[in-house]
């Protein structure tokens, strides 16, 4: 980053960046909802399929309030925590423990995008872009819930076990 770049080139790269990371999430979520033993957690995956199709269809509401053409840039970060989630699970056989690692792995996806949505949040109100801001909150409001739907079942599944 150099100091002559402006808060809305910034914002534009992240657009990009995350455009291209929601798509890479629509590749993943099928596998995983097909390689999830729980039917709730392969729901979960299925349900957050549908709402990322939503928030790709928002990002590029978003590109036109900027009077741009939807574009992806790769982005090694996602890349890089999907490319290790299916690393991760590869070799697990007891299926209580595949489901296990693809919750962290999914978190771990939610967790990056809570980040980029809230930074790019800031950034959009900062530059004047307010419905801009309300399109990607919508979308933050999906992550949350999405995060928080893991948590409740990875802690459904301890219990599960220790019961
Ligand atoms: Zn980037
Ligand atoms: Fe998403
Ligand atoms: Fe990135
Ligand atoms: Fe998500």
């Given at each position: 980053m150099t100091a002559t770049k402006s808060l809305e080139d910034l914002f534009v790269h992240l657009l990009k960046d995350v455009y291209y990371a929601e798509k890479q999430i629509l590749k993943a979520l099928p596998k995983m909802a097909k390689k999830a033993d729980s039917d709730?957690?392969?729901?979960?995956?299925?349900?957050h399929l549908k709402e990322t199709e939503g928030q790709v269809q928002r990002l590029e509401q978003v590109f036109e309030l900027c009077g741009l053409k939807?574009?992806?840039?790769?982005?090694?970060?996602?890349?890089?925590?999907?490319e290790e989630g299916q690393e991760s699970i590869k070799d697990a056989k007891d299926p209580d423990v595949l489901d296990a690692g693809m919750i962290a792995d999914a978190q771990a996806v939610e967790h990056y995008?809570?980040?980029r949505y809230g930074t790019m949040i800031a950034w959009a109100n900062q530059l004047g872009m307010t419905d801009a801001a309300h399109l990607l909150q919508e979308t933050l409001d999906q992550e949350y819930n999405a995060d928080r739907l893991l948590t409740e079942l990875a802690e459904g599944q301890l219990n599960r076990q220790a019961a």
């Amino acid at each position: 980053m150099t100091a002559t770049k402006s808060l809305e080139d910034l914002f534009v790269h992240l657009l990009k960046d995350v455009y291209y990371a929601e798509k890479q999430i629509l590749k993943a979520l099928p596998k995983m909802a097909k390689k999830a033993d729980s039917d709730q957690l392969r729901q979960a995956f299925e349900h957050h399929l549908k709402e990322t199709e939503g928030q790709v269809q928002r990002l590029e509401q978003v590109f036109e309030l900027c009077g741009l053409k939807p574009a992806g840039k790769t982005c090694p970060g996602i890349k890089g925590i999907i490319e290790e989630g299916q690393e991760s699970i590869k070799d697990a056989k007891d299926p209580d423990v595949l489901d296990a690692g693809m919750i962290a792995d999914a978190q771990a996806v939610e967790h990056y995008e809570i980040a980029r949505y809230g930074t790019m949040i800031a950034w959009a109100n900062q530059l004047g872009m307010t419905d801009a801001a309300h399109l990607l909150q919508e979308t933050l409001d999906q992550e949350y819930n999405a995060d928080r739907l893991l948590t409740e079942l990875a802690e459904g599944q301890l219990n599960r076990q220790a019961a």
